[in-house]
């Protein structure tokens, strides 16, 4: 697979990568993007429109803040789950769930608006039942969104994606401001409530369901979501690409959490005002995502990634020390490229990275790593806020994500290709002596190995690569032990749950994985097939 080097060329598969427009040519990705498009929106209009309405409803900086935890806290406490389900479930179903679960909380919302019902309290849990309809779909529109394209494409569906979300964040924004200056909170919430209208009307007239493949049957909701961060656990790039993730979130969450407070106390602005401050960190966005294609092929990913935490400390800098409205628009602008730049680039190596059978629920990782640290740091900033003072908070934020730049200098990442992730064909006939039902286990599979002179180093490096892939497809306690009779002679052993989950095992074999097991074949004794061996429990007492 190809890798990240520093001061080499982003990626090798980036140079293979379509047009930035290609997927624009399948019209049910238009359509798709479209619908995902109106979806962002009323996230948007909702977190914006509630963090003003909390404004007049409260004057607590932690209520500010909260505002925003209560629309993403559930993508960390659902959506893994969410992930698991977008894997097991026909995707199309559960979007309809999940968008309907979201106009029915914008609708209530509104009722309360219009009869002048709303308090801080239910302004927070209905954001909040908002968001968990949010987070339960988000991975299937994700997964949805870029598996009607090659995965060639994949880097610029995730641009275009990158467009369509931050578009919406800088019109959502602004229409948000606009109606709660012109008209009344509860226009907010029925406008919401007519994009999820719309989006449910394409779900059900536009989106064909899943086929059904017959074949094992599913894993349960533990067991999938145990199997997906499993696969990640034994992954260097995907776990690199989330601690990145996380810990340049986490630091620059202080600048949406605050910015309320930005605009009204620091910049004298209004509604209308703090939309244009989000609008001008959405138009950054939008420029940086049209030029990022042609970016990955010119400089490396890291390079990336720190030029973008630059350019964000940069302007949660100018929001805390300046009072200009045209300086912290100008900053704002160039926040939104480096947000663009740091996240669409890891959402990229997510989403390229992961074999099939797991992307669903990887991305859903990604997602509960970028909302549940945009929660928790909404909370932690609002509360050092209300005790340091708005200034020093936001001076504080950018320090961290300088900082973080050093804690995360010697991660690599990289981009996947379809070749490494594609499924294989297995060949490996299963010879039994006797039925196995699928409960049966534990599973420990043993292989033998003979390894000539000097061909140890390169016989460790790749058997220790494929017990890693073995560890990501479901195997537990893998291990390499050396003869003590015969200094050439190697077993492999690992155990797997149950006999089903050895079966999933092997359905899980990428291409790449396949490649690698044939290099280690040429030192495997004769027979070449691995021993398996079932769990025996005790003789039952009589």
Same mark, same amino acid.
């Given at each position: 697979?190809?890798?990240? !080097?520093?001061?080499?060329?982003? /990626?090798?598969?980036?140079?293979?990568?379509?047009?930035?427009?290609?997927?624009?040519?399948? !019209?049910?990705?238009?359509?798709?993007?479209?619908?995902?498009?109106?979806?962002?929106?009323?996230?948007?209009?909702?977190?914006?429109?509630?963090?003003?309405?909390?404004?007049?409803?409260?004057?607590?900086?932690?209520?500010?803040?909260?505002?925003?935890?209560?629309?993403?806290?559930?993508?960390?406490?659902?959506?893994?789950?969410?992930?698991?389900?977008?894997?097991?479930?026909?995707?199309?179903?559960?979007?309809?769930? %999940?968008? @309907?679960? =979201?106009?029915?909380?914008?609708?209530?919302?509104?009722?309360?608006?219009?009869?002048?019902?709303?308090?801080?309290?239910?302004?927070?849990?209905?954001?909040?039942?908002?968001?968990?309809?949010?987070?339960?779909? =988000? %991975?299937?529109?994700?997964?949805?969104?870029?598996?009607?394209?090659?995965?060639?494409?994949?880097?610029?569906?995730?641009?275009?994606? #990158?467009?369509?979300?931050?578009?919406?964040?800088?019109?959502?924004?602004?229409?948000?401001?606009? =109606?709660?200056?012109?008209?009344?909170?509860?226009?907010?919430?029925?406008?919401?409530?007519?994009?999820?209208?719309?989006?449910?009307?394409?779900?059900?007239?536009?989106?064909?369901?899943?086929?059904?493949?017959?074949?094992?049957?599913?894993? %349960?909701?533990?067991?999938?979501?145990?199997?997906?961060?499993?696969?990640?656990?034994?992954? /260097?790039?995907?776990?690199?690409?989330?601690?990145?993730?996380?810990?340049? %979130?986490?630091?620059?969450?202080?600048?949406?959490?605050?910015?309320?407070?930005?605009? !009204?106390?620091?910049?004298?602005?209004?509604?209308?005002?703090?939309?244009?401050? =989000?609008?001008?960190?959405?138009?950054?966005?939008?420029?940086?995502?049209?030029?990022?294609?042609?970016?990955?092929?010119?400089?490396?990913?890291?390079?990336?990634?720190?030029?973008?935490?630059?350019?964000?400390?940069?302007?949660?800098?100018?929001?805390?020390?300046?009072?200009?409205?045209?300086?912290?628009?100008?900053?704002?602008?160039?926040?939104?490229?480096?947000?663009?730049?740091?996240?669409?680039?890891? @959402?990229?190596?997510?989403?390229?990275?992961?074999?099939?059978?797991?992307?669903?629920?990887?991305?859903?990782?990604?997602?509960?790593?970028?909302?549940?640290?945009?929660?928790?740091?909404?909370?932690?900033?609002?509360?050092?806020?209300?005790?340091? *003072?708005?200034?020093? @908070?936001?001076?504080?934020?950018?320090?961290?994500?300088?900082?973080?730049?050093?804690?995360?200098?010697?991660?690599?990442?990289?981009?996947?290709?379809?070749?490494?992730?594609?499924?294989?064909?297995?060949?490996?006939?299963?010879?039994?002596?006797?039925?196995?039902?699928? *409960?049966?286990?534990?599973?420990?599979?043993?292989?033998?190995?003979?390894?000539?002179?000097?061909?140890?180093?390169?016989?460790?490096?790749?058997?220790?690569?494929?017990?890693?892939?073995?560890?990501?497809?479901?195997?537990?306690?893998?291990?390499?032990?050396?003869?003590? #009779?015969?200094?050439?002679?190697?077993?492999?052993?690992?155990?797997?749950?149950?006999?089903?989950?050895?079966?999933?095992?092997?359905?899980?074999?990428?291409?790449?994985?396949? @490649?690698?097991?044939?290099?280690?074949?040429?030192?495997?004794?004769?027979?070449?097939?691995?021993?398996?061996?079932?769990?025996?429990?005790?003789?039952?007492?009589?």
């Amino acid at each position: 697979m190809t890798t990240d !080097k520093q001061g080499a060329p982003a /990626s090798e598969a980036v140079a293979e990568h379509a047009s930035f427009w290609a997927p624009l040519r399948h !019209k049910l990705f238009v359509g798709l993007w479209l619908a995902c498009a109106l979806t962002n929106m009323a996230i948007w209009m909702q977190t914006v429109g509630a963090a003003w309405i909390m404004t007049l409803l409260s004057a607590s900086p932690l209520m500010v803040s909260l505002v925003q935890t209560a629309i993403t806290l559930p993508v960390f406490l659902f959506g893994l789950p969410g992930g698991v389900l977008a894997d097991r479930m026909d995707p199309r179903r559960l979007l309809l769930l %999940t968008q @309907s679960a =979201m106009f029915g909380a914008a609708a209530v919302l509104c009722l309360l608006a219009w009869f002048d019902l709303l308090q801080a309290w239910s302004l927070l849990l209905f954001t909040f039942v908002l968001g968990t309809g949010s987070a339960l779909g =988000m %991975t299937a529109w994700m997964i949805t969104l870029v598996g009607v394209i090659p995965r060639e494409q994949v880097p610029a569906a995730v641009s275009l994606s #990158g467009i369509s979300i931050n578009a919406t964040r800088a019109l959502g924004p602004a229409l948000a401001g606009a =109606m709660i200056a012109w008209w009344n909170s509860a226009s907010v919430f029925l406008a919401i409530a007519l994009c999820m209208v719309a989006v449910i009307v394409f779900i059900i007239f536009r989106l064909p369901a899943k086929a059904r493949v017959d074949g094992l049957p599913p894993e %349960t909701l533990y067991g999938g979501m145990r199997s997906g961060l499993r696969y990640i656990r034994h992954s /260097s790039v995907l776990s690199s690409a989330l601690k990145q993730v996380f810990v340049f %979130t986490s630091c620059a969450s202080a600048l949406w959490a605050l910015m309320p407070l930005v605009a !009204k106390n620091e910049l004298g602005m209004d509604a209308g005002g703090y939309g244009l401050l =989000m609008a001008f960190m959405g138009a950054g966005a939008v420029m940086a995502a049209l030029g990022l294609t042609s970016v990955y092929r010119r400089f490396t990913l890291r390079r990336l990634i720190v030029a973008g935490a630059f350019a964000f400390a940069a302007a949660t800098l100018a929001a805390a020390l300046s009072h200009s409205q045209v300086v912290v628009c100008a900053m704002l602008l160039l926040a939104g490229m480096g947000w663009m730049a740091v996240n669409a680039t890891i @959402s990229t190596v997510v989403q390229t990275y992961a074999a099939n059978w797991v992307r669903a629920r990887v991305a859903s990782v990604y997602l509960l790593v970028l909302m549940g640290s945009m929660a928790v740091g909404g909370v932690l900033w609002g509360a050092l806020a209300q005790y340091l *003072g708005l200034e020093d @908070s936001l001076l504080l934020s950018a320090a961290s994500l300088l900082l973080g730049l050093l804690l995360t200098r010697g991660e690599t990442i990289a981009m996947g290709q379809e070749a490494d992730f594609a499924d294989a064909q297995q060949t490996d006939k299963l010879v039994l002596a006797g039925e196995v039902s699928h *409960g049966e286990g534990p599973v420990c599979v043993e292989i033998s190995y003979r390894v000539g002179d000097g061909e140890g180093k390169e016989f460790l490096r790749i058997v220790y690569a494929v017990g890693l892939s073995r560890r990501r497809n479901g195997a537990q306690n893998w291990r390499l032990y050396r003869d003590l #009779g015969e200094t050439d002679h190697y077993v492999e052993r690992f155990i797997v749950e149950s006999w089903l989950d050895y079966l999933r095992q092997q359905e899980r074999v990428t291409l790449a994985d396949e @490649s690698l097991e044939r290099s280690l074949s040429r030192f495997r004794f004769e027979p070449l097939a691995p021993r398996r061996y079932v769990y025996q429990p005790p003789a039952e007492v009589f």
